[in-house]
């Protein structure tokens, strides 16, 4: 059994209205690239304006808009507004990818801390639990409400049938990486909403909203500054940025995929989610994997947690 992923169809995208987050380097601006060279109309956020702007305008010359906006994702009136650009110029958005994250920050849990130095708040680190998590939280509540509306122009309608959001995780959502404590709990964080979204009422539809997370292993860009070298010695593979937008633009383009988890290494993808969903009777058990099931069809859309009140706050 093979869960490889080979991106195709990549021309699905050509009218497409595309919200993408942290646009303006690395893999994200490798994805506008791509996604505009296919005659997608992209929107993009992120927080280097300078860096969004130039690539603006680098792409300006073209029928397929590209649209930089401002966008902390850690601010859900930002979120908001990135979607709403979209929404104001092409009546619908049809595709939305939260891609912007950051690396760990600080040390959460150095081994030298004290009895003295653990009394400091770590607000450093959990700046990581904010981009990673919170903003990706806020990205996937807002994209879901955008992307059911029906086109708002009848000129508009066309590209409206399939729907995709895809959140950026990592290698990092799924095993563990000594050191980055807090990155690999928000990584993991985005796995899991990505495992609560993908068959919920949020995005069975109509229409569907297919929802895919990406797990890139070592991507040579500004976030893994000063260990290629080592990497390379070591005979590891590693990916391009290109191959990492590749990936995710094939998600986007598939039309069919949907609750998988893209494993990305050496410009190679699998989806490790359909690997593991298909073998659980193997490692688990059939029947334990069928009461799993019956348990989270019973729980329905959360409505039992909502109106429980002992347990809302
Ligand atoms: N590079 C890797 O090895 C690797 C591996 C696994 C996953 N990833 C993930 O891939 C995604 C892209 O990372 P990259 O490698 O291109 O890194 P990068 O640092 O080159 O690009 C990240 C982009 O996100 C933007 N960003 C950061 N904080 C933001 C905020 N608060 N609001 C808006 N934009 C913000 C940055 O300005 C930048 O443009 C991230 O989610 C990252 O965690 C990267």
């Known amino acids: 059994m093979t869960t490889r992923f080979e991106p195709s169809g990549l021309e699905n995208v050509k009218n497409k209205v595309i919200v993408v987050t942290g646009g303006a380097l690395g893999v994200g601006a490798c994805l506008i690239r791509l996604l505009h060279s296919k005659g997608a109309h992209v929107f993009f956020g992120d927080l280097l304006d300078e860096e969004g702007k130039a690539l603006e305008q680098e792409l300006s010359s073209s029928s397929a808009q590209v649209k930089f906006v401002h966008c902390?994702?850690?601010?859900?009136?930002?979120?908001?507004?990135?979607?709403?650009?979209?929404?104001?110029?092409?009546?619908?958005?049809?595709?939305?990818?939260?891609?912007?994250?950051?690396?760990?920050?600080?040390?959460?849990?150095?081994?030298?801390?004290?009895?003295?130095?653990?009394?400091?708040?770590?607000?450093?680190?959990?700046?990581?639990?904010?981009?990673?998590?919170?903003?990706?939280?806020?990205?996937?509540?807002?994209?879901?409400?955008?992307?059911?509306q029906p086109p708002r122009r009848a000129e508009s309608n066309e590209g409206c049938v399939d729907k995709s959001l895809t959140l950026v995780s990592s290698v990092a959502g799924f095993r563990e990486d000594p050191g980055l404590y807090v990155y690999t709990a928000s990584k993991h964080g985005v796995l899991g909403l990505v495992r609560s979204l993908r068959s919920s009422p949020v995005t069975s539809g109509p229409p569907r909203i297919r929802t895919n997370a990406i797990c890139p292993w070592m991507t040579r860009t500004r976030l893994v500054a000063g260990i290629e070298d080592e990497w390379q010695k070591a005979g590891l593979p590693s990916n391009a940025p290109e191959d990492v937008a590749s990936v995710i633009a094939g998600v986007v383009a598939d039309g069919q995929v949907t609750g998988g988890a893209m494993y990305i290494e050496g410009g190679r993808a699998?989806?490790?989610?359909?690997?593991?969903?298909?073998?659980?009777?193997?490692?688990?058990?059939?029947?334990?994997?069928a009461d799993l099931d019956t348990g989270t069809a019973l729980m329905g859309g959360g409505e039992h947690w909502t109106a429980n009140a002992s347990s809302q706050v």
């Open 270 to 289: 699998w989806n490790v989610e359909a690997g593991l969903l298909k073998t659980r009777p193997e490692w688990l058990g059939a029947k334990q994997t």
């Open 72 to 148: 902390d994702v850690t601010s859900y009136a930002d979120n908001l507004a990135l979607f709403d650009a979209a929404y104001q110029s092409h009546g619908r958005v049809d595709h939305a990818i939260a891609n912007a994250g950051l690396g760990e920050q600080g040390q959460m849990f150095d081994p030298t801390l004290t009895l003295e130095s653990v009394k400091k708040e770590p607000t450093k680190s959990l700046k990581v639990v904010d981009v990673n998590l919170k903003g990706v939280l806020y990205f996937a509540r807002i994209a879901s409400v955008y992307l059911r």
